[in-house]
Structures are given as structure tokens and as C-alpha cells.
């Protein structure tokens, strides 16, 4: 055994020696110290540099990275995606000494060290990777302009009634692209992860549903109680300010769970709000005010509540009766200071397992109120309301009211107030399945004050024949005609 090591090292010496004299391999990649080729078996990345110069290597390179910039990125935001080349995001290489380094494989160290190089390099030869780096300005710039243009709010699905049909707009998922997150994982997949081919990625964002589907609302097709109260046109005032509320009040959607203020919605009562001035109802009064009228539009959406049995968490009835509805069908809206915040109000909540819709107007002397949703009630099922008067007591003659107005020229009188009764009344509900009665219930019981009626007379200069002022003394004034008891009150003189 001592004999083969040291015949085996003594070879191993005579190559060392052979190598170290001169004598040179002639193929491309020897240890030659004066060849400027690189070695047999090196690689950079995917390309062989065997037998080119370090300049040769270094434009090869340079060629292949060329290559690998056309490469692109599609980022996936969502279900929308957006691309762009890695060149646009400034990739370069960085580690552009390893051509010089390649070419000195086997031919620097002493000679076993070029020897062990040249015989590594025969068995497994040697690669080296490239290094990578992007421009940071350009990756936000990208991230910014390209993928957060994706952002958007969630919406909720919309409804609305057009021409007897009814449109629903689908609802819009929300998105909010996290852009440093972003931003991290482009790099990380160029510079870290990277093997040269195109490259796909999620951007990290924010996912946001809207709270309702547009299902919901496909369900709302049926009307599930519907009102009318008649209105006179002609007095401008009141009807302007009846037909806007009545306006803001259609295309009203409520979801299950959620209530309304008719107050709310109908907006400030000021003429800047587009309401008009007409005669109101003040405790017994019946006095100039803006916005009278909306009480006619709380009361009709109220009629059709209860046909659609919509529950009704607030409501209130006049202080005086009305002409337009029965005794206990009325609802009246105050604000008060605050129309947001009312004295009295009229309030919906939808405790149906469907959405409703109010759909509303008023034109030509009728304001009508349907409540559309999913009709779950049995066909034989019906619903019935009942007014009953338990009390009615009408002012009597000597109850009404004189009062002298400077204003009026003598001799002259001018009604400003009807006669009201006091009224005592109740709402019923009477519920029947196939005609038979199966729950009857008193929803309220109303009360209304009596109000006499109310005349102003003139005490000003009086008129003579040709109708200018006088300053005769006003004639004694005749008696004032009552109306019959069984006249029926009016909302405004």
C-alpha cells in the first residue's frame, strides 16, 4: 500500500510539474495563462461563456437581460388585472464584474490550485447567477397609477320604478389596494423569487362587500298596500308644498330592520327649501305657515301603511279634524325647531323579511302612496279599517268668534276660521281569512278640539257707494249664518 501512494503521488507531481512547465492544452479553456478565453463549462445564468473573452461574456449578458426586460408583469387586482415589462420597472443587473471573474477560473492561485479548478470545472462545471435591482420610483409609480386606479367604494345595489316596471342596478364590490404591500411583493418576486419567466401576482387590497345584494331587491314586485286623498289644485300654496313632500318622499327603499321619518326626508321647511306659505292648523288655530300641505302627504303614506301593514312606530293625529280622510286615519308632522329632529313625526319600519319600496305623487288634485315588496300573506286573507265616531259635539252659535280688524274697512267682514267639531274616534283593525273575522283590534283612539268659527270685522274707514273710504261711522253688523251641524269640517278655510 505504501508503494502505490507514493507511486500515485509521484504522478500526481510529474502532471503538476508537466502542467507547470509550459506545456498548454490547445482546446478553448486551458489554464493558459495567456488565453483570454474563458474556460470550458462556465456559465452565466443559461448562457454558456465557454471560449469568450470577458467582453464577449459581458455583451452576451447584457443581450440576454435585454431579453428578460421584455418579460411581463400582470398584477391581478380583484378580477381586473393590469401589465406592464419588468424593463419598465428599471431592471438591471448589478453584479457586472463576474464576466472578469469568469475568465480567470483556472488560471490564478498556484499551480494545484488551477489544476483543482480545471478538473471541477470537467466534472461540474460553474454558473453564476446575475443580480437584479429596479427602480424603486418607477414600482410606485406603477402601483400607484396602474393598480390602485382599481380602488372604488362598495356600493349598495339601487332600485328605483320607471314607467310601471321597476329597475335595479347591481351592487359594486369595494376595493382598496394596500400599495407598500404591493409594492413589497413586485420586488420580492423580481429580486428574490424570479427564474426569468413572466410573472403573475395578486395585489394585496382590501376586499369590501356591500352590505345588501341586488337579489333582494329583484324581490320586491308586488304592491302590498296602496292610498289616495284628493287635494285642491287650486290653492297654489298648500299644493306646492303638498306635491314636493310628496316628492321626496318617493323611491323611499327600506331593507328589513330599517326605519324612516317622513319629517327627515321631506326636508326643511323654508321657502330656500322650495316649500310655499298656506293656511295651517297651530293647536285650534288656522293661521299662515310654510310648508302646510305635508300633513296631507304624512297622512295618505300612512293609509297605505296600514293596508301594506308596514309597522308604524310614531305617529300623531291633528289637533283639529280633516276633510280629506275619515276621523282616526289622519297623521300629522311638526318639526318644530328641528326637522330632523321633530316634535311630531310620522316613522316606518320595514319588519318584513323582503325590502319595500314607496312610491309616491301628487298631481293633478290626487296624491296617491304604493308600497311595493314580496307578498307573503295568504290570498284569503283580508284587511279591513274601521272609523268610529264615539264622540262629535260641533260649536253652537254663540260660540263664534268676532274680531275686530282695523285693516277691514267698516261695514265689512271677512271669515278667516271654520267651524271644527270636538271629535272622539277610533281606528280598527278587522282582519278575516275566507270571510271569517279572526282578529279585530283598536289600533288608537283620537281626539280632536273643537273650533269655532272665526270672523274678522272691519273697523277701518268706511267704504263709500263709489267704494272710496269714508270716515262715517260703521253700520251695525248683521247676524253671522251658521253652518249645519252636518256640514264636514275642512282642513283649511
Not at 293647536?283 to 296631507?296: F, H, L, P, S, V
Not at 274680531?403 to 282582519?431: C, F, H, M, R, W
Amino acid at each position: 500500500m505504501k508503494i502505490k501512494n507514493i507511486l500515485a503521488a509521484l504522478f500526481l507531481a510529474a502532471g503538476l510539474l508537466w502542467i507547470g512547465s509550459g506545456s498548454t492544452v490547445k482546446a478553448a479553456g486551458s489554464g493558459d495563462l495567456d488565453d483570454p478565453r474563458i474556460t470550458d463549462g462556465v456559465f452565466i445564468e443559461e448562457i454558456d461563456v465557454s471560449g469568450m473573452t470577458a467582453g464577449e461574456a459581458q455583451a452576451a449578458v447584457e443581450s440576454y437581460v435585454d431579453q428578460l426586460k421584455e418579460r411581463t408583469i400582470t398584477v391581478h387586482v380583484n378580477d381586473n388585472s393590469v401589465d406592464t415589462t419588468i424593463g419598465a420597472l428599471g431592471l438591471s443587473w448589478t453584479n457586472t464584474g463576474i464576466t472578469e471573474e469568469a475568465a480567470w477560473i483556472g488560471k490564478q492561485g498556484t499551480v494545484i490550485d488551477r489544476y483543482k479548478d480545471l478538473q471541477q470545472l470537467q466534472s461540474h462545471g460553474s454558473r453564476y447567477d446575475l443580480e437584479f435591482a429596479i427602480d424603486d420610483a418607477a414600482v410606485t409609480s406603477f402601483v400607484q397609477n396602474e393598480i390602485s386606479s382599481f380602488n372604488i367604494d362598495p356600493k349598495e345595489p339601487s332600485l328605483k320604478r320607471e314607467d310601471g316596471k321597476f329597475i335595479v342596478t347591481e351592487s359594486v364590490t369595494g376595493i382598496a389596494v394596500n400599495e407598500t404591500e404591493t409594492e413589497n411583493s413586485i420586488k420580492s418576486a423580481i429580486l428574490e423569487k424570479w427564474q426569468g419567466y413572466n410573472i403573475e401576482l395578486e395585489a394585496t387590497a382590501e376586499i369590501t362587500q356591500p352590505t345588501h345584494s341586488s337579489d333582494e331587491l329583484y324581490a320586491v314586485q308586488d304592491v302590498l298596500g296602496t292610498a289616495t286623498t284628493d287635494y285642491n289644485s287650486g290653492n297654489v300654496g298648500r299644493t306646492k308644498s303638498l306635491e314636493l313632500s310628496t316628492t321626496r318622499l318617493n323611491g323611499v327603499l327600506l331593507y328589513p330592520g330599517e326605519e324612516m321619518s317622513a319629517s327627515t326626508l321631506m326636508g326643511e321647511r323654508s321657502i330656500e327649501g322650495g316649500y310655499s306659505t298656506a293656511e295651517g292648523y297651530i293647536g285650534t288655530r288656522t293661521e299662515e305657515m310654510i310648508g302646510a300641505g305635508i300633513c296631507q302627504t304624512a297622512t295618505t303614506l300612512y293609509d297605505a301603511a296600514l293596508y301594506a301593514e308596514v309597522t308604524v312606530t310614531e305617529r300623531r293625529n291633528h289637533s283639529k279634524t280633516v276633510s280629506y280622510v275619515p276621523y282616526a286615519f289622519d297623521a300629522t308632522i311638526y318639526a318644530g325647531a328641528d326637522y330632523r329632529n321633530p316634535q311630531q313625526d310620522l316613522k316606518l319600519r320595514n319588519d318584513f323579511d323582503y325590502p319595500i319600496y314607496i312610491e309616491a305623487s301628487a298631481r293633478k288634485g290626487k296624491c296617491t302612496f304604493t308600497i311595493y315588496g314580496k307578498e307573503t300573506r295568504a290570498s284569503n286573507r283580508k284587511v279591513e279599517y274601521i272609523s268610529t265616531t264615539l264622540e262629535e259635539i260641533w260649536p253652537t252659535e254663540d260660540m263664534t268668534q268676532y274680531v275686530e280688524d282695523p285693516n277691514l274697512p267698516a261695514g265689512t267682514q271677512e271669515k278667516t276660521q271654520g267651524s271644527y267639531p270636538k271629535v272622539t274616534a277610533t281606528l280598527t283593525k278587522v282582519v278575516t281569512v275566507d270571510g271569517k273575522e279572526i282578529e279585530r283590534t283598536v289600533l288608537h283612539t283620537d281626539k280632536y278640539k273643537m273650533a269655532p268659527p272665526e270672523y274678522h270685522v272691519g273697523t277701518g274707514a268706511a267704504l263709500p257707494a263709489d267704494g272710496q273710504p269714508t270716515d262715517q261711522p260703521p253700520a251695525e253688523q248683521p247676524p253671522v249664518e251658521q253652518p249645519p251641524a252636518e256640514q264636514q269640517p275642512v282642513d283649511h278655510p
